[in-house]
């Protein structure tokens, strides 16, 4: 084990003589923690609505007050002829198409049920659903106001809806912690990898290959700095979180570190095994990514697990970002502890030490 | 004389698919020894190197180097063996004395006796002056020098140089081959390959490999002899041919 002070102390020396490696390590992770959660934003808004208003009467004036006080939408047509509306949506000027009735006002005072059309493009299925619900919202709440039905009025009145964890619904918080764990997988799985495959370009490790080094000791002094990098990334883009946005981890950081000490082992146990069967920087590249575009997008980091097929959720059990996704989202969110996540924090140790394992067998000292 | 070989090899052997690379050589190497490992380009002599450095697994045949079998106990060969690549493989971003230190380190020398081994190595070559420099800044002829001395800092048994002269001017290479027959005088055995025809006329023996088989083996001047040759030059040539 003295041997691998010496190794370790070797790929120190190396990352601070790179021109490259420090900066991008200071740098990368506060610029995307700076630039990614302001750009990225699922909310929908500015859906487009034409209205064709064959009623024109008081009660179709109130609901198109009501469309348009609503800070989503946005009326860009205005008229009483359906085709023109269509047109234009098929155009593609207009999201939502409301079509209010010539009856309308009349049918509901009454107490007869109009029937009040809604057309939407829906290319963008999520605008599309989101767009026409604040366009049901909003025609209920203009009844509502004209207090023609009982029961609209009753409506909104009995629901009354609370958010817990993330009470301005901000997108924003839900992504911040994926972005850490993105930055966080990318330079776990590149920086060591590629490392590595630069040895076997340079010659280098021909060099180690005719020493009596382990195979164990090349590989942790592979993995041990990457994996402080790791740790060091983890907290500057921590850092960078909670002073822009004000979000800090609701609960422990110690979970937090924890969490991410296991997840930058594994990944970069991971990588360095795709490194030792990677001739060419090139294939190591390609086969990283392939892999990294698996674990974003399979790992509920953009869409939820629930949502995937079974036997994907069942693949994703060996996906290091699964669990590391799942911690990460409970503890900043949440405030969510060790104990409860245990079967995570298990997970995640049993992937470490087998990816460790793998990266150290997939080592050839002799071929 | 006792005869004490530290290399032992009958008929090894390694193919690539259907090709061929080192087909059945087999020869001995005595202790102290300087043998000289001819070829031409693509004769297979970077591979039979390979095979002995523990490197690259024989397809076919025995051989021991420094008591150790080449199959099987290729981590207990690298202990006592240093090893000088074809390709320049010390790290270019770290100093000549960082190098030294980390191969000692490699080899479990202690750090004491990294920095006594240090200081006389570089002595030797006349470069304790520039301990402190990076070696991807050094000119290719020192850089082979230090190569060597990197390979030599655990006092091996046997150093295996890979063509350490190519691309090298006259006058360093003359002062190379002042380094290895020091270490010869030393003890150490040297097992080198080279193109230059005048430097096999320093070794002890030669074996001179085409296509992957040793076609002659013996001390350069029984080989001029037999081969009626003038030189070595003719020699490879003749056999070559």
Redesign the interface.
Same mark, same amino acid.
């Given at each position: 084990m003295r041997r691998l002070g010496f190794l370790i102390r070797k790929e120190f020396i190396s990352f601070r003589r790179n021109k490259f490696l420090p900066r991008l390590i200071f740098v990368f992770p506060i610029v995307i923690m700076l630039i990614v959660p302001l750009v990225s934003n699922m909310e929908v808004r500015g859906v487009r609505v034409a209205v064709v208003d064959e009623d024109d009467s008081q009660m179709s004036h109130v609901i198109v007050s009501h469309i348009e006080a609503c800070s989503s939408l946005s009326i860009v047509l205005m008229g009483q002829s359906y085709r023109e509306a269509l047109s234009s949506l098929e155009q593609g000027r207009v999201d939502v198409i409301v079509s209010l009735p010539p009856d309308m006002e009349r049918l509901l005072m009454n107490g007869l049920l109009p029937k009040i059309r809604i057309d939407a493009n829906s290319v963008n299925s999520t605008k599309s659903a989101i767009g026409t619900q604040y366009v049901v919202a909003a025609i209920t709440s203009g009844i509502a106001e004209m207090g023609v039905i009982a029961m609209a009025a009753d409506m909104a009145r009995i629901t009354s809806v609370r958010y817990f964890y993330n009470e301005t619904l901000d997108y924003r918080h839900y992504m911040i912690p994926a972005f850490i764990i993105i930055i966080v997988l990318l330079v776990c799985c590149f920086i060591p990898a590629l490392n590595l495959v630069s040895e076997k370009e340079k010659g280098t490790i021909e060099q180690i290959n005719v020493t009596p080094v382990t195979r164990m000791e090349f590989t942790l002094s592979k993995l041990i700095p990457y994996w402080l990098i790791g740790i060091v990334v983890l907290t500057e883009a921590i850092l960078t979180v909670g002073v822009v946005y004000g979000l800090w981890p609701t609960g422990s950081v110690g979970a937090i570190y924890l969490a991410a000490m296991l997840f930058a082992f594994a990944m970069s146990g991971f990588a360095i095994a795709v490194a030792n069967i990677s001739d060419t920087m090139q294939q190591c590249i390609f086969v990283l990514f392939f892999f990294i575009m698996l674990f974003m997008l399979m790992s509920g980091l953009l869409t939820p697990l629930s949502s995937m097929p079974q036997w994907a959720q069942w693949l994703t059990v060996m996906f290091p970002p699964r669990w590391f996704v799942q911690i990460m989202r409970a503890v900043y969110l949440r405030g969510t502890t060790i104990a409860e996540l245990s079967s995570a924090y298990w997970a995640l140790t049993a992937l470490a030490m087998s990816f460790g394992v793998l990266a150290a067998v997939s080592y050839r000292k002799q071929s | 004389m006792v005869k004490d070989n530290v290399i032992e090899v009958c008929g090894l052997t390694k193919r690539f698919g259907a090709f061929t690379a080192v087909d059945g050589i087999s020869f001995a190497v005595a202790r102290g020894e300087i043998f000289g490992f001819l070829g031409a380009n693509g004769a297979g002599k970077t591979t039979a190197m390979r095979m002995l450095? =523990?490197?690259?697994?024989p397809t076919d045949g025995r051989g021991s180097v420094a008591g150790y079998d080449v199959m099987t106990q =290729?981590?207990q060969i690298?202990?006592y +063996?240093g090893?000088m690549?074809q390709?320049?493989? &010390?790290?270019? %971003? &770290?100093t000549v004395k %960082?190098n030294m230190?980390?191969?000692g =380190? +490699?080899? =479990?020398m202690r750090r004491s006796e990294i920095r006594h081994r240090t200081d006389e190595l570089l002595q030797q070559i006349e470069f304790a002056a520039h301990a402190g420099e990076?070696v991807g800044r050094l000119p290719l002829g020192w850089r082979q020098k230090l190569a060597f001395m990197v390979a030599m800092i655990h006092k091996p048994e046997i150093v295996f140089l890979d063509e350490p002269t190519g691309g090298v001017d006259p006058i360093t290479r003359r002062q190379f081959w002042t380094l290895i027959r020091h270490a010869a005088t030393a003890g150490t055995t040297i097992f080198v390959t080279t193109h230059y025809m005048d430097e096999a006329a320093f070794c002890d023996r030669v074996s001179i490999m085409v296509d992957g088989r040793i076609k002659a083996l013996d001390t350069p001047a029984s080989l001029m002899q037999q081969m009626q040759a003038r030189n070595m030059n003719e020699v490879f040539v003749k056999l070559c041919r």
């Open positions: - | 450095c =523990g490197l690259s697994y =290729g981590e690298k202990r +063996i090893y690549s390709r320049f493989s &010390l790290y270019e %971003e &770290l %960082e230190e980390l191969f =380190g +490699i080899y =479990g990076r």
